[in-house]
């Protein structure tokens, strides 16, 4: 049943069709696998925590609401292969590893509202952003604070 301010029908893709509870492990299945569908959006709700790594081969958008903050555990990372990942609206706090976000071939969008907070790499390259193909950007509003490694090979920042 759709909630107050939401249509009749949404477009859930593969996830049509299925329950609450028969998306959701699906979706994590998913998220494990690294496999997201092309011109997937991901809305987080509800603050939680992060502890599978992601490839982002194609289009993919993360939204948040209501200051969603997610905590980062290890081996938690996304890499993007290709594509755009961009990200509006959630927090990332607590990353410790090679680097939370590694654009590798596509292209980082870091939108209004994001915010990556503590994010520490294991040595002086890694940390909350390493470009080494493609380009991030970060756009107003976004927070980057108490982190390592910010900058990039051959992409650009």
């Not at 290709?82 to 071939?105: A, Y």
Request: with cysteine; glycine share 18%; charged share 20%.
């Amino acid at each position: 049943k759709a909630s107050v301010g939401e249509p009749e029908v949404l477009d859930c893709g593969k996830y049509a069709g299925m329950t609450t509870m028969e998306a959701r492990k699906a979706i994590v299945a998913d998220l494990e696998a690294g496999k997201l569908d092309a011109a997937s959006e991901i809305v987080v709700r509800k603050s939680g925590t992060l502890s599978v790594p992601v490839t982002v081969g194609s289009d993919i958008s993360i939204r948040g609401e209501n200051g969603v903050k997610l905590k980062v555990a290890d081996p938690a990372s996304f890499t993007i292969t290709g594509g755009t990942l961009s990200v509006r609206n959630v927090g990332f706090e607590g990353f410790k590893g090679d680097s939370l976000f590694k654009v590798d071939g596509g292209n980082l969008v870091l939108g209004d509202g994001a915010s990556i907070v503590g994010a520490v790499g294991t040595n002086d390259y890694s940390g909350a952003v390493a470009v080494l193909k493609g380009e991030a950007t970060l756009g107003p509003g976004v927070e980057i604070a108490d982190c390592g490694f910010i900058g990039g090979g051959n992409g650009t920042l």
